[in-house]
Nanobody, 126 residues
Framework: QVQLVESGGGLVQAGGSLRLSCAAS????????ISWFRQAPGKEREFVAA????????YHADSVKGRFTISRDNAKNTAYLQMNSLKPEDTAIYYC???????????????????WGQGTQVTVSS
């Protein structure tokens, strides 16, 4: 059983930046594809960004493209979401998710993921 722990959330003013981290247990982190999702109050969970197992292939939702960047450090068993130019509409609970994968594939649907973290709150004030 893999455990994921997100951190780095908080309260920030519009235009500010945060970096979220997702730390995974175990020694098979390099075999996972990883994504970040978010869920705002009263809304469905939505895809934010994904990164492949190999070669660092990434995909970002249009709503965050150019502002957010997903990355990973296999040596630290950690994935990151760098969030710049934050907007009030980015306010949500942010979750990381992982699944075993191969190659450069990225996955954008929540149903495709096997393990989830508990989430970290991001609040952007106007």
């Amino acid at each position: 059983q893999v455990q994921l722990v997100e951190s780095g959330g908080g309260l920030v003013q519009a235009g500010g930046s945060l970096r979220l981290s997702c730390a995974a247990s175990g020694d098979t982190f390099s075999t996972y594809a990883i994504s970040w999702f978010r869920q705002a109050p009263g809304k469905e969970r939505e895809f934010v960004a994904a990164i492949s197992r190999s070669w660092g292939n990434t995909y970002h939702a249009d709503s965050v493209k150019g502002r957010f960047t997903i990355s990973r450090d296999n040596a630290k068993n950690t994935a990151y979401l760098q969030m710049n130019s934050l907007k009030p509409e980015d306010t949500a609970i942010y979750y990381c998710a992982i699944r075993f994968a191969s190659g450069i594939n990225v996955y954008t649907r929540s149903s495709e993921y096997d393990y989830w973290g508990q989430g970290t709150q991001v609040t952007v004030s106007s």
